[in-house]
């Protein structure tokens, strides 16, 4: 099965952003260009069950082929392609580990092989929004049971016997009833000869029967080379007369090259030429910068070569940014009216008749994304054809940019994926795939381009800065009125000239679809214009919409006297699905609401069980706080206990941290708590130290010394991870991005029952010195 949409297409966020209150598969449809999809077969073995995922409406949806992903050698070896990138997620392994279990092949014969940018061959590829599993468990099942079907046929006829008795097992085909077997290595040929069976009578196997998924005993197959160094990212590759480029980009987001003197640079030992690098009007999606490119032997000189030139820019509209006088902008856009886009009830007279209202107002900057490995890219590109090496999360999309960049076919790019050293969402924009490209092809050599750390933080695509007010109306101890108005710039304006409000998709991240059982609900969007690139980072606006609405719940449970804890089941209230139908635009992660809607008991399930396992309530020493926090993102469902301990001079530690999850069906509990304590150690980081400022347009920090992260001796001590066993009919969620956002509450109300301090302000910083 082979499911494709027209090849100029909108690309994950962007038809968010770009088509509204209409989906891009009915403008394709409209057009007469699209395929129709519905993922309705059953993901367990109940035939009964059949559920629908967004996955069809991806670029270039899903593809279901045997023969696409999984090869097998005479000698028993099972390749088996990977088509998402790995970060650290794991995805490399889980994807082919479902392949093998329902192939029944030994895991300890099958090779892992990672795919090139090619979204036609192998359906989408974007590694982002915590949706690998969720749209692929089903597919790379049906492929697995694909290929165990053709190996069955291909036995069965050898023996001449009735297909339904034989059955693969553990790599061989075995004929119960005589004895017999064959290795699948001596089936191979005629495997491949046979007809690939459709999707809609595999048998798939019982979970009761699975070896690998759900067990946690398979380690990712880049395990050995990661701890051993031997692994192949983006900067280790080498090419035969490989140029090294570094570029001096515009300072000011929108700003422009006047003019430069290379002199000095091009004296330094190893510079073998400076030249202008194409840029484009800001905002450009992911298109370069533009600036200097220094070219050097290698990327030692290249730097020092760069910082030998003399350069005039002109700055352009975003001169004056400024981070202190942006800030009082959203906080009084905040305390005035804004786009209305939740309404329940009557907000305004509520909130009137309240005998309390209390108010909380939250503020979150920009952050970066700081992975340990820089943006590198290597591009060879020769006359109408062009090959890439480089750790991206969208080769196809990225396949697609470069092509269009360059003007030449997209079956002429190759984009080859090597490991990332993190992501975190900045490795979705390709525009330093770009600039390697564009060098390349003026120079006629490979190039490699390097980004340093300080390119990397005053360059990036930065986490949007924010101002969240929420008024609470509280009548008789219970809340009655509920008005939260978020303000910050959009990821839209990356794409599109004046755009002032946030696109459906990142109001739909903790905004609209608060699950509170509140009568007068009302949720308003201000208006607020970007002046730096704003891109999509790990969580997204889940970030600092929980940090408010979990930090605000917590405020009314000290209003009102009650436990924490209580006091947030309460808010959350009944089990239901929450009922978004007076949003004009709802986004749900881009999938549909009768397979993830918004439940409310899993929401409390999650609440209940960290609880329980974190002990709630416990006694701990002076100077120490238990904070809980909940939050439902990526369609999954997380809740959060930190125990901070706070000494006399107001150094901060975190002793430890217990986090409940429900991602539905999944792959690889391993993996899963791998996720959640780096998402603790994220959050626990951003918390502390996360802040970009800018001055006169200018990003004022550079480096780890003045965006520092966590240190080892910083992390919680101990991060416990409790994950809820699915119900059979739950599909599988997002787990690389939900552990992030309720972090930083839970540790903020900790704060406060240790301390009786309330931070507002993120991040913590020097608010708890003494």
Not at 339 to 364: I, P
Not at 411 to 426: A, C, D, P, S, Y
Not at 763 to 769: A, D, M, R, S, V
Request: glycine share 10%.
């Amino acid at each position: 099965m082979n499911i494709m949409t027209n090849s100029n297409k909108l690309r994950g966020f962007e038809k968010a952003i770009r088509v509204e209150n209409v989906s891009r598969r009915s403008v394709l449809k409209s057009l007469g260009l699209a395929g129709s999809f519905v993922l309705a077969a059953p993901i367990l073995s109940r035939p009964s069950f059949a559920y629908e995922t967004g996955a069809g409406k991806m670029p270039h949806g899903v593809m279901v082929d045997p023969r696409v992903f999984v090869s097998l050698a005479s000698d028993g070896t099972v390749t088996i392609l990977a088509h998402r990138s790995e970060m650290g997620t794991g995805v490399r392994t889980s994807l082919p580990l479902i392949v093998a279990e329902e192939m029944e092949a030994d895991w300890t014969r099958v090779r892992v092989q990672q795919a090139h940018g090619d979204e036609t061959k192998f359906g989408n590829q974007d590694t982002d929004g915590s949706r690998s599993t969720r749209h692929y468990l089903l597919p790379m099942r049906q492929i697995g049971a694909s290929a165990r079907t053709m190996l069955e046929q291909a036995a069965a006829k050898r023996w001449n016997v009735p297909v339904m008795e034989v059955k693969a097992v553990k790599h061989q085909v075995v004929h119960d009833a005589t004895g017999r077997r064959l290795g699948f290595g001596d089936l191979a040929a005629d495997a491949a000869k046979e007809s690939v069976p459709g999707v809609e009578g595999l048998k798939l196997k019982d979970p009761k029967d699975f070896r690998y998924l759900g067990k946690g005993e398979v380690s990712i197959v880049d395990l050995h080379d990661i701890t051993t160094g031997k692994a192949g990212y983006g900067g280790d590759v080498r090419l035969p007369g490989m140029k090294y480029a570094v570029i001096a980009r515009p300072p000011v987001t929108g700003g422009k090259l006047v003019s430069f003197d290379s002199d000095a640079a091009m004296k330094v030992s190893g510079v073998e030429k400076v030249m202008e690098v194409k840029g484009w009007p800001w905002p450009s999606k992911f298109q370069p910068l533009g600036g200097v490119a220094v070219i050097a032997r290698n990327t030692g000189a290249a730097i020092k070569g760069r910082d030998a030139l003399k350069i005039v820019w002109d700055d352009g509209a975003n001169a004056k940014y400024d981070s202190v006088a942006y800030r009082a902008e959203l906080e009084e856009a905040a305390r005035k009216p804004g786009l209305v886009v939740r309404k329940e009830g009557d907000v305004d007279g509520a909130l009137k008749s309240a005998d309390k209202v209390v108010v909380g107002e939250y503020y979150l900057p920009h952050l970066a994304h700081v992975s340990m490995e820089a943006p590198v890219a290597v591009a060879d590109v020769k006359g109408d054809k062009a090959e890439i090496w480089a750790p991206v999360q969208s080769p196809g999309g990225t396949r697609e940019d470069v092509a269009k960049t360059l003007g030449i076919p997209e079956e002429n790019v190759t984009v080859n994926v090597t490991l990332l050293g993190g992501g975190f969402g900045r490795k979705s924009k390709c525009d330093f795939v770009l600039e390697a490209a564009l060098l390349s092809k003026e120079l006629g050599a490979p190039v490699k381009v390097q980004w340093t750390r300080e390119d990397d933080i005053q360059h990036d695509f930065l986490h949007t800065v924010s101002v969240e007010r929420i008024e609470a109306g509280l009548k008789d101890g219970k809340v009655i009125a509920w008005r939260h108005r978020s303000v910050a710039p959009s990821i839209a304006s990356t794409f599109a000239a004046g755009t002032v409000h946030q696109a459906p998709f990142e109001l739909g991240m903790g905004l609209i679809d608060v699950p509170f059982e509140i009568a007068n609900l009302q949720c308003e969007n201000p208006e607020a214009a970007a002046h730096t690139r704003i891109g999509w980072f790990r969580s997204v606006s889940n970030i600092p919409r929980a940090f408010a609405v979990q930090s605000m719940v917590a405020e009314i449970a000290q209003a009102t006297g009650r436990d924490p804890k209580d006091m947030l089941l309460e808010m959350i209230g009944s089990p239901r699905q929450v009922d978004l139908s007076s949003v004009k635009d709802p986004w749900n992660y881009g999938e549909p609401y009768s397979s993830y809607p918004i439940d409310t008991a899993r929401l409390r399930k999650v609440v209940e069980l960290v609880a329980e396992k974190g002990q709630w309530g416990r006694s701990v020493p002076k100077g120490h706080g238990l904070g809980i926090a909940a939050h439902r993102s990526f369609v999954s469902y997380i809740a959060t206990i930190v125990e901070v301990a706070v000494d006399e001079k107001g150094k901060l530690t975190v002793p430890r941290v217990d986090t409940a999850i429900d991602c539905g069906t999944y792959v690889n509990p391993e993996r899963i708590a791998s996720q959640i304590e780096g998402a603790a150690i994220m959050g626990l980081s951003l918390a502390k130290y996360g802040e970009i400022t800018f001055k006169d347009g200018r990003v004022q920090q550079k480096n780890y010394d003045d965006f520092p992260v966590v240190r080892m001796d910083e992390s919680p001590l101990i991060t416990n991870v409790h994950i809820v066993p699915p119900a059979a009919d739950t599909p599988p969620s997002g787990v690389g991005e939900p552990g992030v956002p309720p972090f930083a509450p839970a540790l903020i109300n900790a704060i406060f029952a240790a301390t009786g301090k309330r931070i507002r302000a993120l991040p913590i910083g020097k608010q708890l010195e003494a």
